[in-house]
Structure formats: C-alpha cells, structure tokens
C-alpha cells in the first residue's frame, strides 16, 4: 500500500480518476452465530463498514486522496442470532453485513469501497486498484507489491523506480521471509514495530506514517457514511486540517 501511494503521488499514472476499494468475509452467513457486542450498534459503533470499512477508508486516504462527500447503502441480511449462554432465546441484529459506499474525493475523483461479512465463497477477498490519466496501480496483497499498468494496459512494474523513504523503512519493519509468520501476522507485526518505534522515537519522523489524529479522520469519514445510509442522502465529509 505504501508503494502504491508512492506511485500515485510521483505521479506515474497520472490524475486520478477512479478507484475501488473492496474487503469481503463470509462468516457471518452462519445463522447460528452467536449474538455478540460486534452485532449491538450502541457496542461496537456499527458492523461490516466498522469492521472492514475502516481499513479501506484508510487505505483510500493513504493512496487516492482525502474525502470530500459519500453517498451509503447498507443491509442486515442476518436479523437476529441466538442469545449468547441461552439457545432458547433470540437477539435483533442492527448492524450492517454488507455496505456500499460511492465517495467523491477532493481531488475531483469518485470511487467505490465495497466491504461484506456474507459474501459466501469470498472469504479473505481483497481488491484495491486506482485508475488515472496515464495508467493504474492495483495492490497484490498476496504477493506485497503494486502493480503498475501503463495507459497502453502493459505491466511497467518493473520500469518504476521508487526513491521513497517511507517504502524504504517499512522494507525494515516486516519480518525477513526466514522469519515470516504468514502475510497477516508480518503485516500485524510491522503495525507494532512501527507504533513502538514511533512512541520511543517521540516524534513522527514520516508524514505517511498513521497517527491518532488521522485515525480520528478516518472514522469521521465512516460516520458519514452511516449518516448517509440512514438518511439516503449524499453526506459531506469535513476534512483533515492542515497544520
């Protein structure tokens, strides 16, 4: 993901123009799953865009660009599950399971971000790609890497030469592959790194790098998204102030 922002903001594929953001679990589809606070809104503040939603707003900040309105639709397709320690009784789910989001973003771009917990046969499934003027850059999470397309639909990956020092530290906080725990685990593992490493640095030494006060950002972007999908109507975003 870094690469990928790195790539957009060198401008290798040039304005951009669209985007889409997709996160998709099945799980849920699992009727006698137990009702927990992750199903109460009052509890856990929302479902699959709380869930799963958050990570791809933050991805669309980090790599397309900030939000300027959303536009939301949301569904519950599991309306109640059994009460946790009684069989018997039965609890009302409302959270979403499935949210759709399309998103203008400052920049004069729109987008989409899917994300699901009851796409059966989709378990795991992740899509991130942002098309410009001049090409695309698509996120190959398996392999860690972005993909670059030139305007002529030719892979240049290997033609882009990235001299960014955000890229290059985060080189530093994965785990090496004689060490790797599996791609989830080396991604959780360089979080930590990188927050410990923040904390006993005591300052933040790269822009790109996520603070609290961006995590706030994020989740006002998810607030309006839900603000959108119980009003039906086009919800603006307050953005970051620039300091």
Known sequence: MAAARAIVRAGVIGNVVTWRAVLLHASYLNT?????????????????????????????????GEFEAVRCVTRTVVGERPRMGAPDGMSRVDVDDWALVTADLVNGSTGTIEVSRVHAG??????????????????????????????????VTQDVVLDDPWVTYLKTAFPSSKMSMGLMCDMHAASIYTFLDGCTGGDVRFAARPTLAEAGWTHRVVDACYQSADTGNRVDVQRPQVS
């Open 122 to 155: 989709r378990e795991g499934t992740f899509a991130f790609e942002v098309f410009g003027t001049k090409g695309s850059v698509t996120v190959d999470l398996q392999r860690g890497r972005a993909v670059v397309m030139d305007a002529a639909s030719r892979d």
């Open 32 to 64: 006698q799953r137990a009702m927990t606070w992750r199903l109460s809104r009052k509890e856990s503040g929302g479902g699959a865009l709380v869930d799963l939603g958050l990570h791809m707003v933050d991805a669309v900040r980090m790599v397309a």
